[in-house]
Structure formats: C-alpha cells, structure tokens
C-alpha cells in the first residue's frame, strides 16, 4: 500500500536538500512551494486571491500575479494574510495529494512548509520533520534569501516551534546538524522505519 509522507520543518531547515536527496533516491517527491509557482501562472488562480483580497483586477489585460502588491497587502495585516491563506493553501493541497495519488508508486514525499499551523498533518500517513541548529537554520537563509538576522528571526517567530516535537506515531525527527552525508544517513534510517 502507498505511504504519502509529508517533510516539514522550520524556514532553513534544510526541508528542500531533503525532498532533494529523496528524489535522487528515486523516490517520488512533490514540493508546494513548487505547485504554488506553477500556480500563479494560473489567472483563475491570481483572480481568485486578488478578489480575496480586495485588489483591484486591471480591465481587459491578462492577469499576471504582482508579489509586491500581495505582500504590500497582507503586511502586518493578519485578516487579510488569513484570507491569503484560506485561497491558497487549500488549492495546493489538493493538487499535491493529487499528483501523490497519481504516481505509481510505495512511497510518496511531499514538502510542506506549514504542515502544522495549517492543520494538514492528518492528511499524511507520516512526516518527517527537520531541525536543525538555529545558527545555521539563519546562516542558511541569509545566503539563500540575502534577509537580515533580525527578520529570519521574526519569520522564525511566528512559525510553529518544531523544538517542542517530540517523535512518536507517525511523526518522525530528522536532525539536519551535520554534514551532507549525515543528512543522507539520517534520511535512510526514517525510510527504513516507514518502508
């Protein structure tokens, strides 16, 4: 029977080098980050949160979603990032249990940076969540996204605290802590305790 295992974990965990290292191992990996982009080439899409919104839709040209007129409205409002959230988590959702459902296959890995707070951790049969230190957890994300310490914090901050996760059930702890190599170790242990 197909497994369908979610990978979470906290910004610059290292949740991308895992579904990474997965699908060099053949397994079948989906991202909704990913989805997400491809979504937003979707007008019906863009429509949808911009209505959400209350952004005003240009007449008669074709809709291209605008980052920093979304994120200019959702800043430091969370009624409306709420309503952000209610178009657009649900639609990525379902087109990633789809893709999942759709491949041939024993096991099935899916990145899900907000697992928790959105409550989608029943959907999975297990997941995966990654820690890592937070030195390098902020390390990470000032090379990647060129973001001050003070604001990887504040995003750290109003993330769920994956610290206080404890492995039982169906949640398992991967430590992201070490080298590439380790992480490759770490990963094949948790495929041995799902397959």
Excluded: W
Excluded at 4 to 22: N, P, Y
Excluded at 111 to 124: A, I, K, R, S, T
């Amino acid at each position: 029977m197909k497994k369908t295992i979610a990978v979470t974990g906290g910004i610059g965990s290292g949740k991308s080098v895992v579904i990474e290292e997965l699908g060099k191992m053949g397994y079948a990996v989906f991202s909704a980050d990913e989805i997400y982009k491809e979504k937003l080439n979707d007008e019906k899409f863009v429509r949808a949160i911009y209505n959400a919104l209350g952004i005003e839709i240009p007449d008669g040209k074709r809709l291209v979603f605008d980052k920093k007129i979304v994120a200019a409205a959702v800043f430091g409002d969370k009624a409306l990032l709420k309503k952000l959230n209610a178009v657009t988590h649900p639609t990525i959702m379902d087109e990633i249990m789809k893709r999942a459902d759709a491949v041939k296959a024993d096991a099935v890995f899916c990145e899900v940076p907000l697992l928790f707070e959105c409550g989608y951790v029943n959907m999975f049969d297990y997941t995966i969540v990654v820690r890592r230190n937070i030195e390098a957890r902020i390390k990470s994300v000032e090379t990647r996204d060129g973001l001050s310490e003070k604001e990887i914090l504040k995003r750290i901050k109003n993330q769920f605290d994956y610290a206080n996760l404890s492995e039982k059930g169906n949640i398992l702890i991967l430590n992201n802590d070490g080298s590439r190599d380790s992480l490759i170790l770490g990963i094949n242990e948790i495929i041995k305790k799902i397959l």
